[in-house]
């Protein structure tokens, strides 16, 4: 699975005493109509009551957010200040792209539960993505030209 290069998310939601939140690249694409997103997480991951039956925000990470992958993951990491203020759910401050999500279905899969969220709102701005791979970060940059011309 480390051959698998992903991007890099922090998954943001309000826990018990404020806004919480969980690195994850687990995290894919699923419907257009209704529009769906997949994350999976870890049933022994403290996050994981708290994803089942809440709102939750997907941070996709800029090239230059390593710090806070860390972070969420549990690692030590000396980071600026991080959360964006007065969001309807928590999500981090100025990630490479958002996309806020309501609870819409989990699945069993295993040691980990698959929470499908629906998208309730999202934005990004322009920015190279952190990626990780080789169970290494590293960056992925911006294209100046897609595959639309294949379409
Ligand atoms: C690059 C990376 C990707 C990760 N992806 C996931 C994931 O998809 N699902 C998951 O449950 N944990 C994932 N983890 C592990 C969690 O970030 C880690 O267990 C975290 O400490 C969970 O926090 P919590 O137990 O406080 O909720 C990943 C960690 C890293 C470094």
């Not at 860390?70 to 401050?93: E, I, K, N, S």
């Amino acid at each position: 699975m480390s051959r698998f290069a992903t991007g890099v998310t922090v998954v943001t939601f309000d826990g018990y005493d404020g806004p919480r939140g969980a690195t994850m690249n687990s995290f894919t694409s699923v419907s257009a109509e209704p529009p769906l997103v997949l994350i999976s997480v870890a049933r022994r991951a403290h996050c994981h009551e708290h994803l089942l039956d809440r709102p939750f925000c997907v941070n996709i990470l800029g090239a230059e957010q390593e710090p806070l992958a860390r972070l969420f993951a549990g690692a030590p990491a000396t980071v600026v200040p991080y959360w964006t203020p007065h969001a309807r759910v928590p999500r981090l401050a100025n990630p490479l792209a958002w996309i806020e999500c309501e609870p819409w279905g989990s699945y069993d899969g295993g040691d980990h539960t698959l929470v499908l969220g629906r998208v309730t709102d999202l934005d990004h701005r322009e920015g190279d993505a952190l990626t990780y791979a080789w169970s290494r970060f590293g960056a992925a940059t911006e294209a100046t030209e897609g595959i639309e011309h294949l379409f």
